[in-house]
């Protein structure tokens, strides 16, 4: 495939000896112009392979023939307007959001901090609503719902919250899979309101919540009226191969903040509630400016229609079926590697060791990824990938992989 011709000029950086904008991301030196499909090109012409999706954002991968014209109309008609006013996208995506999810109600905003903050918002007035003057939220080892005070404070992940106390109080920590602890936490503190944690875990290392454990989670936060809020910002929106990752084990949350996938690029946010927590919040409880304005919702609308009718779910769970074999196949027996895991077009390897510079290599290579949680190296391409597109993701990766572990 050949790299498509910008039609407008696009405006260009300053010369690098200018740093503006904060050093607050490690990047690599590589300027990405655009992109067609799973396909990325950048300043130099070099091409890659789009395993990240801007990690895990871009569902319908770059330029998209049916999403494209879809936004160029929207920004034509308005981009937005304000939430003092009524904005008829809103209850478009609202109703199907809710029709997907079998929950009740939608609030929007623009990320997925955003709508983890809406969520710790309404667990918090929740508690007070019934009485409980210092309710605490159950948040996990190894999780990662922001950056906001409030939600590096709910992470579990030291690095990201040192230079930033004193944090939000309010939470108690448990390890993943581990109901026991959370019995533990339910006979002990009667502060508690809610539970709250990734389906699958991302940032940590993509760590998956087993079945069992989320079922019987639903179970104790009904028998202690805690509200369940599943974080599916990462592994919502058909990236598991079903709407939802939750929906594997057949439960459903009272709470679900939702963004990334979304809007296929467009920053959104939503948070999704069941009949327990729709009527908590009230007019004057939470807004964002931005949160919900026409092109946002216009994107929202248009993914989740375009992946109804391409079958976009259906080809994340049978190319991650692929994907995820090519890997187990082609790495079975390699000393190094400790586990294939993840659901989907959501996967992760691990291995026994630091392994950030596979970024690096990756990228030399023509391939986007990233790596989390130190070792494990992670793949959420756009979930238009097709088959043939995986094989080249194992083909590129692995040779990388072996490199890499035979130095050490
Ligand atoms: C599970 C999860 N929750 C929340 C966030 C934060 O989203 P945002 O970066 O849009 O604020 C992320 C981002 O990686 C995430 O993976």
């Given amino acids: 495939m050949n790299a498509p011709e910008p039609a407008m000029k696009v405006p260009t950086a300053p010369p690098r000896a200018l740093p503006h904008v904060l050093n607050t991301y490690?990047?690599?030196p590589i300027a990405l112009t655009h992109g067609q499909g799973c396909w990325v090109w950048d300043t130099n012409g070099k091409k890659y392979l789009d395993g990240l999706g801007g990690i895990a954002v871009?569902?319908?991968g770059?330029?998209?023939?049916?999403l494209v014209p879809?936004?160029?109309?929207?920004?034509?008609l308005m981009m937005h307007s304000s939430n003092y006013y009524e904005v008829p996208l809103q209850e478009t995506l609202a109703a199907k959001l809710c029709e997907l999810s079998g929950l009740a109600g939608a609030f929007f905003c623009s990320s997925g901090l955003e709508a983890n903050e809406a969520a710790l918002k309404i667990a918090r007035k929740f508690g007070h609503d019934k009485g409980i003057e210092r309710p605490e939220i159950v948040v996990y080892e190894k999780a990662f719902h922001g950056r906001s005070l409030a939600t590096l404070s709910a992470t579990g992940n030291v690095k990201i919250q040192k230079g930033f106390g004193p944090l939000v109080e309010g939470f108690v920590r448990v390890p993943l899979n581990d109901l026991?602890?959370?019995?533990?936490?339910?006979?002990t503190n009667k502060n508690v309101v809610a539970v709250f944690l990734e389906t699958i875990q991302g940032e940590g290392g993509v760590n998956p919540s087993r079945s069992?454990?989320?079922q019987g989670l639903r179970k104790l936060c009904d028998q202690h009226d805690w509200l369940l809020m599943l974080d599916e910002v990462q592994c919502g929106i058909g990236r598991t191969g079903k709407w939802f990752a939750h929906q594997w084990a057949g439960i459903k949350p009272d709470v679900m903040p939702l963004a990334k996938g979304l809007g296929s690029g467009v920053p959104i946010g939503a948070l999704v509630v069941g009949e327990k927590a729709v009527n908590v919040f009230g007019p004057g409880n939470h807004g964002t400016t931005f949160g919900g304005n026409p092109l946002a919702m216009r994107a929202g609308v248009e993914t989740l229609r375009?992946?109804?009718?391409d079958g976009v779910m259906a080809n994340a769970a049978a190319v991650g079926a692929v994907l995820r074999e090519g890997l187990q196949r082609e790495l079975a027996g390699v000393a190094g590697v400790k586990e294939i895991r993840g659901a989907g077009l959501m996967l992760g390897i691990e291995l026994d060791r630091p392994c950030g510079v596979i970024l690096q290599r990756a990228a030399e290579a023509g391939l986007m990824l990233s790596v989390t949680a130190d070792s494990v190296i992670r793949l959420v391409p756009?979930?238009?990938?097709?088959?043939?597109?995986?094989?080249?993701i194992v083909a590129m990766l692995v040779p990388v992989i072996k490199t890499f572990l035979s130095e050490a």
């Avoid at 770059?62 to 049916?66: F, Q, T, V």
């Avoid at 879809?70 to 034509?76: E, F, I, K, N």
């Avoid at 756009?382 to 080249?392: F, H, K, N, S, V």
């Fill in 26 to 28: 490690g990047r690599l």
């Fill in 58 to 60: 871009n569902t319908l």
């Fill in 62 to 66: 770059h330029a998209h023939p049916k």
């Fill in 70 to 76: 879809a936004l160029q109309q929207q920004v034509g």
């Fill in 180 to 187: 026991a602890a959370l019995e533990n936490v339910a006979r």
């Fill in 212 to 214: 069992e454990y989320l």
């Fill in 306 to 309: 375009i992946m109804e009718e």
């Fill in 382 to 392: 756009p979930l238009i990938l097709t088959a043939d597109e995986a094989r080249q």
